[in-house]
C-alpha cells in the first residue's frame, strides 16, 4: 500500500506540467483529491459530479461549501445540496443551488451573475450497474454590458437556460468501481462533455481515482485529467491530494461528530491559491 501511495503522489508532481484550462471547484471533498470523483460519487457530491451515485445513499445528506477566495475568478463560489434515498441502496434523488458565478466586470458585463438550480435522480438497475440524470437551469444576468468594439452599453438582460446530463456507475467488484458522466448531454447547442473515470479502493480506508474531462476533445476543447487519493489516516481525519486539470490540490476532512464532517481544500498553481471550505452533515 505504501508504494502504491508514493506511485500515486509521484504521477500527481509530474502531472503539473501545464497550465489547466478550467476554473470549476466544486465539491472541497473532491476538490481535494483534484476533482477525480465521478466514479467515486459515494455522497451528497453525487449531486454534481455523477447522480446514479445516490442510487446508493443510504441516508439524508445536506452539504455546504463555500470559496473564501479568488471569488471573482473561479466557478461555483457558493453550494448548497441535498440528497436523500427513495429506496434504500435502490434510489435516491438530490438537488443543488449553485452560485456559479459572481464578478463585478466579466467579459464586457458589469455585477454579472450565473446560478444554477439542479434536481438529480439515481436508479440502481442491476446489483453492479446504476444509472442517474440531472435537470438543471442556469440563469445568468448582469447590470450592463459593453460592446468591446463599439464601447456602447447595453442593459445586461436576463438569460436562462436548461440542460441535462447522465451518469453511470458500475461496479465491477468491492474494490473498483467504473463511472461516466455525459454533461449537457442534451446538447444546449454544443457537444456534450463525454468524462470518463475509475475508482480503486485498495483498502477500506483509502481511494485512488483517475477522471477524463472532454474525452471527446468536443469543438476542439483540449482534453484533460484529473487524479486523486484520499486517505483516512484515523476515524476522524482523511488527508487528500490530487492534480486537477495540471495542478495540484490538498485537502483534509475533519469529522467532528459522528455524522458531520468539515473540510478544507487548498488549490494552488494556476487557482493561485483558492481556498475552499465547506461542510456535509448526515441525519
Request: aromatic share 12%; hydrophobic share 35%; charged share 20%.
Amino acid at each position: 500500500m505504501k508504494k502504491l501511495t508514493t506511485a500515486i503522489l509521484a504521477a500527481l508532481v509530474v502531472s503539473t506540467a501545464a497550465a489547466p484550462s478550467g476554473m470549476a471547484c466544486y465539491g472541497v471533498r473532491a476538490m481535494g483529491m483534484g476533482g477525480a470523483f465521478i466514479a467515486v460519487a459515494d455522497d451528497v457530491q453525487a449531486v454534481y459530479w455523477n447522480p446514479a451515485g445516490l442510487a446508493h445513499i443510504q441516508e439524508k445528506q445536506f452539504g455546504w461549501q463555500r470559496a473564501t477566495n479568488q471569488r471573482g475568478t473561479t466557478n461555483y463560489i457558493d453550494i448548497y445540496e441535498f440528497a436523500m434515498p427513495l429506496e434504500k441502496g435502490k434510489s435516491g434523488i438530490g438537488l443543488h443551488y449553485t452560485n456559479d458565478w459572481d464578478a463585478p466586470s466579466f467579459n464586457g458585463y458589469t455585477n454579472y451573475r450565473s446560478q444554477w438550480w439542479t434536481m438529480s435522480y439515481g436508479q440502481k438497475v442491476s446489483d453492479k450497474l446504476s444509472l442517474g440524470v440531472n435537470v438543471r437551469m442556469e440563469k445568468q444576468s448582469a447590470d450592463l454590458y459593453t460592446d468591446p468594439d463599439t464601447k456602447k452599453e447595453t442593459t445586461g438582460a436576463p438569460q436562462t437556460t436548461y440542460s441535462t446530463d447522465v451518469g453511470v456507475l458500475y461496479k465491477a467488484s468491492p474494490k473498483l468501481t467504473f463511472g461516466l458522466y455525459i454533461q449537457d448531454s442534451s446538447g444546449r447547442g454544443k457537444e456534450a462533455n463525454w468524462r470518463p473515470a475509475v475508482a480503486y479502493r485498495p483498502d477500506n480506508k483509502t481511494i485512488i481515482a483517475f477522471d477524463i474531462y472532454n474525452a471527446t476533445e468536443a469543438y476542439n476543447d483540449k482534453r484533460e485529467h484529473s487524479i486523486g487519493i484520499e486517505h483516512k489516516v484515523t476515524d476522524k481525519i482523511a488527508l487528500r491530494a490530487g492534480n486537477y486539470h495540471r495542478s495540484m490540490t490538498y485537502g483534509i476532512g475533519v469529522k467532528v461528530t459522528k455524522d458531520m464532517e468539515l473540510n478544507f481544500a487548498y488549490m494552488g498553481d494556476d487557482f493561485n491559491g483558492q481556498k475552499l471550505i465547506g461542510m456535509q452533515t448526515k441525519f
